[in-house]
Structures are given as structure tokens and as C-alpha cells.
């Protein structure tokens, strides 16, 4: 079956650093989904990667989905302790096959 | 995107027990889906429940241990049976937004004693 591999497990920076968490899929995905779980929250939708190359920003995060649409990062520029949780990556087969498939997360603490 | 109510948002339950989870959705939506999430780790899919239905279930997950109830589109219960501690976990039920990703409930913390 589909596989989601993400890298690193868990990452603790300091303040002001730049983090970097990796995705990748056994399969070529329709899209790759992130998300991010606050501790004891619940997984938040942050972006969704559709097309082969595409880059996305959302102020210090970017994200971006690689040519042959296997493999994905999320990049946040400057951390700040509000960026502390742990990030998911999901990727779909199948745009009208609606099951995701998590990778097993990248947890950040951030030291200020 | 939708809002999602999930509860109980926890418990402590004794082994042999059942409890049922009840997610219930502020729109109509055709998929349901219910995640298990252990301690520290990923979200595993247990099933997706559609309306009208019988629930669909991923390997490892069987319907005499986790029966589900989709009785119209914006509502759905998910029963842990026969609990043991094994059964100690985050469960959350999400929904699929169009180009929104997906909305998580937030979450029923359940702990096996």
C-alpha cells in the first residue's frame, strides 16, 4: 500500500532558526496535504500542493511539492515558539479517492 | 471549511467496555472519516462512514470493534467495543473540504484502565 515517510522524527531549534521537515511517497501522489498539531490539539490544515514543482509561501512557511510529485518539505524561515507542534505530511492518490495517507510527523520544539 | 463537534472530548473507561464517540458536522457531507491516533504517533485510518451505507474499513480494523453509525450527512458515531488498554488512544473523526484539506473534530481521548 501507499507509504508516506517524513524526516525528521523530531527537530528542537532555537529561537530565530530555520526548520526544514521532509515527505516522501512510495507512490506518485494527486496532492500532498500539511497539517500541523499543536500539543494537545488536534491536526489543523495548513496548505495543499496540487501541481509538479509548485512552491507555496505562507508568510515564514513554504512549501513545496517536487517535479515528479512524490516528495514534498515544509520550510519555516526564522522559527518563533508559536511554530512549536508537530507538522504532518498527507498525501492523496486520487483526487476523487479522498483517503489520505499521514506521514509520521516532525515534531518542533522551539527554545527561546 | 466545516465545523466539527466530537465528544466525549475524553474518558477513562474500564476494560470490557464500550464507548461510543459522536462527531457531528455544522453541514451535509457525503465521506466521514474516523482516525485513531496513538500516543506521540501518526493518524491511522480506521474506516470512512457514507451515508445510507455500511462503513468501509481499512485493513487491521474490524466492525465488531469499532461499529459505525452514519444515519444522515451530518452525523456519525463511532463504538469501541470490548476495550482494553490497547484501545487507549486519540480518536478523531474528520471531513474533506473542497481545496480546504481536511477538518478534524477535535478529538476524543480515551484511556483503558
Known amino acids: 500500500g501507499q507509504q508516506v515517510m517524513q524526516i525528521p522524527q523530531y527537530q528542537h531549534v532555537q529561537e530565530g532558526e530555520d526548520f526544514t521537515t521532509y515527505c516522501n511517497s512510495s507512490?506518485?501522489?494527486?496532492?500532498i496535504q500539511w497539517y500541523k498539531q499543536r500539543p494537545g490539539g488536534h491536526p489543523v490544515f495548513l496548505i495543499q500542493l496540487v501541481k509538479s514543482g509548485e512552491v507555496k509561501k505562507q508568510k515564514r512557511l513554504t512549501f513545496q511539492f517536487g517535479e515528479a510529485k512524490k516528495n514534498s518539505s515544509l520550510h519555516i524561515t526564522a522559527t518563533q515558539t508559536t511554530d512549536v507542534g508537530t507538522y504532518f505530511c498527507a498525501g492523496q492518490m486520487n483526487s476523487g479517492y479522498s483517503t489520505l495517507t499521514f506521514g509520521k510527523g516532525t515534531m518542533l520544539l522551539v527554545s527561546p | 471549511s466545516a465545523v466539527i463537534s466530537q465528544k466525549p472530548s475524553r474518558d477513562i473507561c474500564q476494560r470490557g467496555t464500550s464507548l461510543t464517540i459522536q462527531c457531528q458536522v455544522d453541514?451535509?457531507?457525503?465521506?466521514m472519516f474516523w482516525y485513531r491516533q496513538q500516543p506521540g504517533q501518526s493518524l491511522t485510518l480506521i474506516a470512512t462512514?457514507?451515508?445510507?451505507?455500511?462503513?468501509?474499513?481499512e485493513s487491521g480494523f474490524v466492525i465488531d470493534k469499532f461499529p459505525i453509525s452514519r444515519p444522515n450527512l451530518t452525523f456519525s458515531t463511532l463504538t469501541v467495543s470490548n476495550m482494553s488498554p490497547e484501545d487507549s488512544s486519540i480518536y478523531l473523526c474528520?471531513?474533506?473540504?473542497?481545496?480546504?484539506?481536511?477538518?478534524f473534530g477535535s478529538g476524543t481521548r480515551l484511556t483503558v484502565v
Open positions: 474528520s471531513v474533506e473540504g473542497i481545496n480546504y484539506g481536511y477538518t
Open positions: 453541514s451535509q457531507v457525503t465521506m
Open positions: 507512490t506518485t501522489l494527486s496532492n
Open positions: 462512514a457514507n451515508q445510507g451505507s455500511e462503513a468501509t474499513y
